[in-house]
């Protein structure tokens, strides 16, 4: 099975060899570790430079009998052969160039800042950070620029990496009923409620934001609570330099919208758990409405 495009692409691809000669369907297979096996070769090469997808054992779906995003995880998913060729994301254009970078640096991000961080993905995540931050705005403005898109590439690829190990948090929980309610992409999702989960974070984990502000290219302040605020600015002007839009309301999110988003995001247990803050229903209620 050789599946060829971004996240949504790859998911299929990594499902249907592993539903080729299986009798578990979807629904058997539905999240961690569920998976009995794979006999199918599967080889990913990704089209964008974001979802990570060819390097973790995750598959996401939206299940349309509740309208939620549902995971399986197992690392069967992993592919065995993965070929990232930045050439094949030069007609990729800016508006999602601009997400699915965003969204692979929040990979990175969440990776290294989670609960359950660990030391040797740390290495990967803060390369990614570094590469991403210090080439995405590039890869948006001139997407023809193959020096840029080969170090977004490689930044998407360390992203990925992380998925496996450690896996994401809080803004891609909270992300996730945007996508389900309201359709709209994950990158752009991550990238609307990236700063606000930032800053909620940060008291949890201060020196660790520092670090993320120094990956992004942010110069050290006096101190850990000021430089990690420098990496939240250096994140909100990267989303503004990639035209990304900042607010919910931007996006024609309802604000009466916000509780019932907040409900669906804090079923996605298995992403909350590895928040270094907990976030409770009142806490997403006002990340949700800082981010509108
Ligand atoms: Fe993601």
New binding site residues.
């Given amino acids: 099975m050789l599946g060829i495009g971004g ?1 949504s692409v790859l998911d299929v691809a990594k499902l249907v060899a592993a539903q080729l000669e299986n009798d578990q369907t979807l629904t058997d297979m539905l999240g961690i570790g569920n998976l009995k096996g794979r006999r199918k070769k599967l080889i990913c090469v990704p089209a964008t430079s ?3 997808s060819e390097a973790s054992p995750n598959a996401i779906l939206v299940d349309d009998a509740d309208n939620q995003k549902k995971g399986i995880i197992s690392p069967f998913l992993v592919p065995d052969i993965i070929y990232v060729d930045p050439l094949l994301t030069l007609s990729v254009p800016p508006a999602i160039t601009a997400a699915t970078g965003i ?2 640096l ?2 990175c991000l969440e990776a290294y800042t989670n609960k359950f961080a660990q030391p040797f993905i740390d290495i990967y995540a803060i390369e990614g950070m570094r590469l991403i931050a210090a080439n995405i705005v590039q890869a948006v403005r001139n997407g023809a620029d193959e020096e840029a898109r080969t170090q977004v590439a490689m930044g998407s690829l360390l ?1 990925g990496i992380c ?1 496996g190990p450690v896996n ?1 948090a809080g803004v ?1 929980a909270l ?1 996730y009923p945007l996508g389900s309610m309201y359709h709209l992409a ?2 752009l999702s ?1 990238a609307l409620l990236l700063p606000y989960v930032m800053e909620f974070n940060i008291p949890a984990s201060v020196c660790k934001y520092a670090q993320v502000a120094v990956a992004l290219g942010c110069e050290r302040a006096d101190d850990c609570a000021k430089t990690a605020a420098r990496g939240v600015q250096k994140i909100r002007d990267l989303i503004r330099e990639c035209g990304i839009p900042a607010r919910l309301r931007d996006v024609n999110i309802p604000f009466e919208a916000i509780p019932t988003m907040a409900d669906d995001a804090l079923k996605i247990t298995r992403l909350l758990k590895n928040n270094p803050r907990e976030i409770t229903r009142e806490d997403a209620i006002a990340i949700y409405t800082a981010a509108y």
């Fill in positions: 996240g974001g979802t990570g969204d692979a929040t990979h992203g998925l994401t891609h992300s994950h990158g991550n």
